[in-house]
């Protein structure tokens, strides 16, 4: 039985290891996102999880299930309390490796065990009263009640709480003569510390007000602590022995199924987090409804960029919401409108969705309904390289054949703008071809441009604008509304890019 909160069978796990971020995250700013998202949690690894789209809807709704058990406040606490715990073991391991003096890195060991062993219990007796339905969790809470009923948990508990008990009991004296130090074992000696109490308390005048002070701890013992320590280990030298054996008994004490939850865990505290503080700037977040059909709806409301929105949310400034919908035939979005008005953004959200969908995140947007994509494929256009041998053109030709020759039916390809370096008969004609390509194919496609003419190009294609305010032309909404296209965006960007517009021509005109 699969242990994992993550990966419904043990194979889509294998899979995940060490996986590079798809060519998409730059240009869809998941980068960005997925950095911000891990930030704080680099040594779990989580990279190679976000990296990776499920290949199933029912991959997907595991790891909605879990998500929704996650937001349960009684399991979420329990989680971050054990997950904080079992980081500090890991932590203190790696720091008592470091010790120089062997006996106290035995004592630390043990203390480490006992928390360790602390945390685990404390864990499965919150999952056993938490009212848990996700399976990836009842399977998680199965395996760690097979784990702790077991001898050797059972076993390692107990002897940890043996050995702590009698070496808290141990007492011994310390008689100091100048600079030598004697160690003995306690023979009823008076205690200093009562005697000095008793000889100041005729001086006390009324309530004394108790104060705690913190004393500094260090790390490493010093060599006078050392060697006290040392004496006292010759002093009860088969409780001392017991330790050593049980540290090297207990040397790979850490279970698998406890790491593998803890670094699991911090896949799903990672996302919550990360969409916290959009959730309490009013924006909505949901779990889409994922279907197995590339040919499926794809539709979502109150959609926005991740990226941007953070920025805006952190900033106090308003965040715009879209909305986007394809029913069938249809299966190409062409983005047109007016210049900055938002349409990159526009197609970025929707590759963002789409994406985080696939690795089963709650995504950017009040509903949403999505097939699952195995990929996605973005085409925006790059700065021309001096160390390219071919030109601008012929190196965005390449990549969209490249684009093309891994797609499929269940792809979703994004075009930015593509050949806006060319004369528009030559975007025009290319786009037209990349377009029936995409047909062909059936594959899912949002095509920013200024070509109008490529939204009517088939039944296929559907037309969304970018609005500016009808008081002021001028203005951008930020809006993208389905609406046929205009015919005006792409003139007002050609007289701004040649510097012809109303304004640059006045300004050219000698007085």
Known sequence: MSCSILFDTPDER????????????????????????????EDYDLLPV???????????RYRHEVFRDFENP????????????????????????????????????????????????????????????????????????????SMAFGTLAAETERLQADLAAITYAVRIDGKRIEVSRYGG?????AQVLETFAKFRQGVVEQREFSLRSYAEMNHIEAAILERVARLFPELFSTLAQYCDRHRDFLDSVVTGFEREAQFYLAWLE????????????????????????????????????????????????????????????VVSGANQGGKTTFAR?????????????????REASLPLVDQVLTHFEREERVQTLSGKLEESLERMRRLLEK????????????FDSTTVSDALFLSRAILRRVMERDMLCVCVTFLDELASLSEKTVSYVAMVDPQDPAKRTYRVLRRPAE?????????????????????????
């Open 487 to 511: 015919g005006l965006a792409y003139a007002m960007a050609i007289a701004e890019k040649y510097g012809l517009t109303y304004e640059r021509v006045k300004e050219r005109i000698p007085r």
């Open 189 to 193: 000696e008076p205690d200093y510390a």
């Open 407 to 418: 797609a499929t039916a269940s792809s979703l390809l994004i075009m930015n703008e593509s």
């Open 14 to 41: 294998l899979v995940a290891e060490r996986r590079e971020a798809p060519d998409c995250f730059r240009d869809l700013n998941l980068d960005q996102i997925i950095t911000a998202a891990v930030a704080g949690r």
């Open 274 to 333: 990360y969409l916290r503080p959009l959730e309490k700037a009013g924006l909505r977040v949901c779990y889409p409804e994922v279907s197995q059909a590339a040919t499926s709806p794809s539709r979502c409301t109150d959609a926005f960029d991740l990226a941007l929105s953070r920025g805006l949310v952190g900033a106090g400034a308003a965040v715009v919401v879209n909305d986007f919908e394809l029913q069938a035939p249809e299966r190409i979005m």
């Open 74 to 149: 009684q399991v979420i606490a329990c989680v971050r309390s054990f997950s904080e715990r079992i980081h500090g073991v890991r932590t203190t391991l790696v720091q008592t490796r470091k010790l120089y003096y062997e006996l106290q890195r035995q004592r630390q060991d043990l203390d480490t065990i006992g928390e360790y062993c602390e945390a685990v219990n404390a864990l499965m007796r919150a999952l056993t009263l938490a009212n848990i339905r996700s399976p990836g969790l009842v399977r998680l809470r199965q395996c760690l009640g097979d784990y702790t009923r």
């Open 349 to 365: 959200l929707i590759g963002q969705i789409h994406y985080l969908a696939s690795i089963g995140c709650p995504v950017a947007g």
């Open 50 to 60: 976000f990296h990776l789209p499920l290949p199933s809807v029912e991959a997907v």
